[in-house]
């Protein structure tokens, strides 16, 4: 299928800028109905639903099927696909059209767009729209990394290695766990008892190792792969990195199931992240 595709650099850049368009108009389709009352209805595995989802869904879906209609789409709305079908996927669109539902019925507008492209398992393309802020992550694969605030014109952003100043961690608005407590209680240990976390709601805490605000962000909970990919390539592209607990890279598409194993997310290797869990 992905023979056909063209991977270089300036069409990587091509369909992200295109992706950006299409993630700002989803955004513009969310607000729409944010400023209103909505529909919250519960899944089967009773995350929030509601009519902005849906929305957004469709809205994408349909511009990415006129964009590369020989490139197959999962979203977080789409109907199940099994392993079998999306295994033959070299390359394939993974779509979050709201992430941070729960974020959104608070209306504390910490809420996102993501969109990312994975071939051979790794993200090659990820835009992020944030709707409230009307602010714009985005990067390709050997294209760096970029942050457009109020559609202004867009600037390279990077992560930032340590320097010796109190570590800054980006933690879950919604989720925490005593296993994540026992992490933080050990990494602050290790760093002269000084770590400011920072809290945020959906991928945005990987944009604030990506635009260097936090050295790190430990997830020790359950995330979707439609959670982390447009992410993913933003972190990467802006010099960072996504793994595994073991250091190992997190990859797409590898296996039956859709979530994720826990992960850090990191601006600088030079620092064992995975020390600090429990043994």
């Not at 995350?47 to 999962?74: G, K, Q």
């Not at 070299?90 to 996102?112: A, C, I, Q």
Request: one cysteine or more.
């Amino acid at each position: 299928m992905s023979h056909t595709l063209d991977l270089s650099t300036k069409n990587l850049e091509r369909l992200s800028l295109a992706c950006v368009d299409i993630a700002r108009d989803a955004g513009k389709a969310i607000l729409a109905i944010y400023d209103t009352g909505f529909n919250v209805e519960e899944k089967e595995d009773k995350s929030p639903l509601t009519d902005a989802d849906l929305a957004a869904h469709n809205l994408i879906l349909a511009r990415l099927s006129v964009l590369t209609p020989e490139i197959p789409i999962l979203s977080e709305e789409s109907a199940k696909l099994s392993f079998e079908e999306r295994s033959s996927w070299e390359t394939y669109w993974l779509v979050d059209p709201l992430d941070g539902t729960r974020e959104f019925v608070k209306r504390n507008g910490e809420f996102t767009v993501n969109i990312a492209l994975i071939h051979q398992h790794q993200s090659i393309i990820g835009v992020i729209n944030v709707p409230v802020l009307d602010v714009d992550y985005y990067a390709w694969q050997d294209g760096g990394c970029y942050k457009s605030e109020n559609k202004a014109e867009a600037k390279k952003i990077s992560v930032k290695k340590l320097d010796g100043s109190p570590l800054s961690v980006a933690g879950s608005r919604s989720h925490g766990s005593e296993m994540m407590q026992n992490y933080m209680k050990k990494l602050a240990a290790d760093n002269g008892g000084e770590v400011e976390t920072l809290s945020m709601g959906s991928s945005l805490k990987f944009c604030l190792v990506a635009e260097g605000r936090a050295d790190l962000y430990p997830r020790l909970g359950l995330t979707s792969e439609w959670d982390t990919a447009a992410a993913h390539c933003i972190v990467i592209q802006a010099g960072g990195y996504i793994t595994k607990t073991d250091m190992s890279p997190l990859e797409y598409n590898t296996k039956d199931s859709l979530l994720n194993p826990f992960f850090f997310v990191f601006g600088d290797n030079s620092q064992d992240w995975s020390q600090y869990l429990d043994e």
